[in-house]
């Protein structure tokens, strides 16, 4: 896991807002398609498979993509039943109805990317490997036709990424927010 984050109190939290909604969707429907961007270590996408089992909720798509290989691989590794790809964000997704799109974003404003890709600061810092991560992210949550978006940021981020959303025509249904040492994460569900 050397170059993955590890999961901490923001993947946590993360989980647990994901959890409600994945439960309320399959109480209601069934079954699901849940994708999470920036899988990782595969924690929460590995902990959502565990539920559905346990509640007997079927899948229609079980996807959990990054861009770091090396999280591609672990998440691969946390359940035969995920699909994990190496993707930049939605990328890769054929047009398609998703229930519950997942996105930690890397929560800190910091450097640009120059030279080699570090992976822990690409998952660390929101515009080490692109300037619009927020931007293109709910655009092509808004193109897959999502039911429920899971976004987690922290407090520096927060006016970028509620202000994109807002733009973008989203509503926060839900928030959750915890004080961990210097800042807030804020995990926000939008429509």
């Not at 069934?30 to 990782?40: A, F, R």
């Not at 959990?64 to 890769?92: C, V, Y």
Request: charged share 25%; net charge negative; with cysteine.
């Amino acid at each position: 896991m050397e170059f993955v984050y590890p999961p901490s109190d923001d993947s946590a939290q993360t989980l647990d807002v994901s959890l409600s909604i994945l439960r309320s969707i399959c109480e209601k429907k069934g079954e699901i398609s849940l994708v999470e961007v920036g899988s990782g270590s595969g924690y929460v996408i590995g902990q959502l498979v565990e539920e559905m089992v346990k509640i007997n909720c079927r899948y229609k798509a079980l996807i959990g993509i990054d861009i770091n290989p090396h999280a591609a691989r672990l998440t691969s590794l946390a359940s035969d039943s995920i699909d994990s790809i190496r993707s930049d964000l939605l990328s890769s997704l054929r047009p398609m109805k998703v229930d519950l799109v997942i996105f930690n974003l890397p929560y800190l404003l910091g450097p640009r990317r120059s030279g080699d890709v570090d992976w822990m600061d690409a998952s660390i810092y929101i515009n080490y490997l692109r300037n619009d991560l927020i931007d293109v992210f709910l655009r092509q949550v808004k193109d897959l036709n999502v039911e429920f978006t899971v976004i987690t940021y922290s407090s520096e981020s927060m006016s970028l990424v509620e202000t994109a959303a807002k733009a973008g025509g989203f509503t926060i249904m839900r928030r959750a927010v915890k004080h961990v040492f210097f800042e807030d994460i804020i995990t926000s569900v939008l429509r």
